[in-house]
């Protein structure tokens, strides 16, 4: 028995912008360690009221909690950098905060692929 899924052309437009939302978050971390992140971040805060009710509305969630939760790790990094004895930890920090991102937009976007929703 096989199972079908209908979705209507607001949904799929919907999904359409949260895959690529994903990309150019994927596209900033990679190139400027999310560092331009907030032009795709504005556009998940813009794009989320709209899905409410939808799959869709746990992605734009997952992908801002994502940044948010990067930048705190980020600032954490830097405070322990800001001593000598602290700069292992910064950098170990660091490594785990980027590798933290890398899964959070790794399972968002194969997971919207399949149109499950985030687990957030």
């Known amino acids: 028995m096989s199972q079908e899924l209908i979705l209507d ?3 799929d437009s919907a999904k359409t912008t949260a895959w ?3 990309v150019i978050h994927g596209v900033s971390f990679v190139f400027s360690l999310g560092a331009f992140s907030i032009i795709p971040l ?3 805060y813009l794009q989320r ?3 409410e009710g939808t799959f869709v509305h ?3 969630t997952w992908m801002i909690r994502s940044f948010w939760w990067y930048v705190v790790w980020i600032v954490v990094g830097a405070v322990f950098f800001m001593t000598f004895i602290g700069i292992p930890v910064a950098w170990l920090i ?3 905060a980027w ?3 890398a ?5 968002g976007i194969s997971r919207i692929n399949r149109n499950e929703a985030a687990p957030v």
Not at 103 to 107: G, Q
Request: with cysteine; hydrophobic share 45%; net charge positive.
């Open 49 to 51: 009221p709209g899905t």
């Open 20 to 22: 690529w939302l994903y």
């Open 103 to 107: 899964y959070r937009l790794i399972v």
């Open 94 to 96: 660091w490594v785990c």
């Open 42 to 44: 504005i556009l998940n």
């Open 9 to 11: 052309n607001r949904l």
């Open 58 to 60: 746990s992605h734009h």
């Open 99 to 101: 590798l933290w991102k």
